[in-house]
């Protein structure tokens, strides 16, 4: 297989599981691992194609944000709100992310690990759903500060690869009683910010192992997860305000159990 196939392969991967609670770093790690390819090789690959998916929120979302700017300039209550809120939730994982950089990316290469977090993290999903009483909370501006400062708690369980970023933010958010779709809305939003500081970070730390040669299936990775997001993000709302979150919890359940079997065999 061509590493040009592998980049289309992995930002399909990166664009179908960015958004939704699956974890995107647990399936591009086991996408590696089942292509056959050194994870450590494709880690950067998988870091620096983050931002195709990271568009997509802007594309989607472009009137809100320019909302909040115009707010910002007015000092809206609702636009500082808004800002106030993702900020508080983003400071966590830039503390953490920073004092254990080098622990999280030793579990970045082990695929058991993802492996185990995809199955409790499905069971997790399942008591989450039954449990939570979330109630209609008037979108991501309404929240208090005790509300986005617990959901950034709670992101970074994330940095355990299999967790999933997105799972943890929203399934924090219903636990605290926050709607589905506003518990969605603000794990996406306070995607830029998380998504973006640990893509820069990373991509500093490693600018020794990137060169010109990688740019064209940066590129294309970049490009094929920007795309795929923007359809998947479309989607997601409308399915997990019919059917919940249950069914992303069955399929955490089974793949984590087939990548076990799997891994056992090899």
């Not at 590696?32 to 090789?41: I, N, V």
């Not at 300039?73 to 939730?89: D, I, K, M, P």
């Not at 997860?225 to 359809?231: E, H, K, M, Q």
Request: aromatic share 12%; with cysteine; proline share 3%.
């Amino acid at each position: 297989m061509t590493d040009w196939l592998v980049a289309i392969i992995l930002g399909i991967v990166e664009g179908l599981t960015e958004f939704l609670p699956v974890s995107s770093t647990g399936h591009l790690i086991l996408a590696t691992e089942l292509l056959g390819y050194d994870a450590g090789r494709w880690a950067i690959f998988n870091i620096a194609i983050q931002p195709g998916a990271i568009l997509a929120i802007v594309v989607l979302y472009w009137r809100t944000f320019m909302d909040v700017l115009k707010g910002l300039f007015t000092l809206e209550s609702g636009a500082v709100a808004f800002v106030r809120n993702l900020l508080l939730a983003f400071f966590p994982a830039v503390v953490l992310g920073l004092a254990f950089g080098d622990i999280i990316e030793v579990m970045l290469e082990n695929a058991v690990i993802v492996a185990w977090a995809l199955i409790i993290g499905g069971f997790a999903i399942l008591i989450v759903e039954k449990y939570a009483k979330p109630q209609e909370s008037g979108g991501v501006a309404a929240l208090s500060v005790k509300q986005s400062a617990m959901i950034g708690l709670v992101q970074c369980l994330a940095m355990i690869p299999g967790v999933s970023r997105s799972g943890a933010t929203i399934l924090g958010a219903m636990s605290l009683g926050i709607d589905r779709k506003t518990a969605a809305e603000f794990s996406f939003f306070l995607a830029l910010p998380t998504l973006s500081g640990a893509t820069l970070l990373q991509l500093f730390k490693h600018r020794d192992q990137v060169s010109m040669d990688d740019m064209g299936l940066i590129g294309i990775g970049f490009f094929v997860s920007f795309i795929v997001a923007w359809v998947v993000i479309k989607a997601f709302l409308a399915v997990v305000t019919r059917y919940g979150f249950g069914p992303f919890a069955w399929y955490r359940i089974v793949a984590g159990t087939a990548a076990l079997i799997w891994l056992a065999q090899r």
